[in-house]
């Protein structure tokens, strides 16, 4: 597909969401002007945050054509199709297809490797992160993490958005380490995210534009990493230390909220899970209908039928958005 073709399909089916963008600003192919695969990628990725997932599912064939032109255009060009075959596989996982978030995020890896950058090569890193520990290769996902956070973080002035990054891959790493019961390597990767977040908050001015990595982020880790490790006390802690308003986007709230259900049924206290899966929909009502989410749902529903509202809300979220299954 051409690049003009290609920025009018886009500029067709994310108009709408473009009009959302964050301070109301259109981004450039909106308004009829090309651009490079970099600003349709940063516009596909703000659908992602929003939580816009079949409006991003609608026009990803098109964004990953200009990713196919793109890898072999050089380091910069690669580096750009990696970002979104990284979005595909991100993507992917959230639609619960395993499978194509595998493949999405080898192509993501071969194509980061291509662009030679280590923030490029450690974001490919935490995509092939969850295909593999879901599919019991949680050995291989920590191999690859911590190859990425040593390139990041291991050289003497690391930049900003390094820096950002190597926090963000340590935080998927102690995820990965605790869903496969490695309290130590867990905590180990933890506590790096945390040092490095506490590094970027004390100097503000360097934290990159559109950086992750945040105090916030890390708590909400937290959440799922002690509940995955059987601490469920310290998880509920976490939880209830974390101001959902500190997180920047809907998916991240969303992602808060799921985590603290999980951890409240793993409690026992089915209305405030109940109530925490209220606030998932609430921040972004295609997570509600994701595949984990639904069988959160369903579980809220067998254990306590007779909550007020479940029925109706496991009924409105079973109707799962337009590419979920």
Known sequence: ????????????????GAALWAGGTRPAWAAGRRRPLGGDLAAARWLFTAGEYDRLHQVLPVLLAGADEEAVAGPV???????????????????????????????????????????????????????LRRTGRAD???????????????????????????????LTASYTAAQARRSSTAREFAALAEDTALRLDRHRG???????????????????????????????????ALDPAALPTPE?????????????????????AFAQLRLVERAAPLEARRPSVRALT????????????????????????????
Not at 219 to 231: A, C, F, K, Q, T
């Open 298 to 325: 369903a579980e809220v529903a067998a254990r306590r039928p007779d909550l007020p509202g479940v029925a109706a809300f496991a009924r409105r979220t079973a109707m799962a958005s337009r590419r979920s299954t």
């Open 140 to 170: 291989q996902a920590l191999r690859l993490l911590r190859e990425a956070h040593v390139r990041l973080a291991g050289g003497s002035r690391p930049s900003a958005a390094a820096l950002d990054t190597a926090g963000m891959v340590a």
């Open 1 to 16: 597909m051409a690049p003009v073709e290609r920025r009018a399909v886009l500029g067709a089916g994310l108009g709408a």
């Open 252 to 272: 991240r709230r969303a992602r808060a909220a799921t985590d603290t259900a999980r951890a409240l049924l793993a409690a026992g206290d089915v209305p405030a």
């Open 77 to 131: 060009g690669a580096g750009r199709a990696a970002g979104a075959w990284v979005l595909a596989s991100q993507l992917a996982v959230k639609q619960g297809a395993i499978e194509a978030a595998g493949d999405f995020a080898d192509r993501a890896g071969i194509a980061a490797r291509r662009s030679g950058d280590p923030v490029v090569l450690g974001a490919a890193a935490r995509a092939a992160a969850t295909p």
């Open 206 to 240: 360097r934290a990159p534009a559109g950086g992750e990595l945040s105090p916030a982020q890390c708590v909400l880790y937290r959440i799922g990493v002690h509940r995955e490790l059987g601490d469920v006390d310290q998880a509920l802690q976490c939880a209830a």
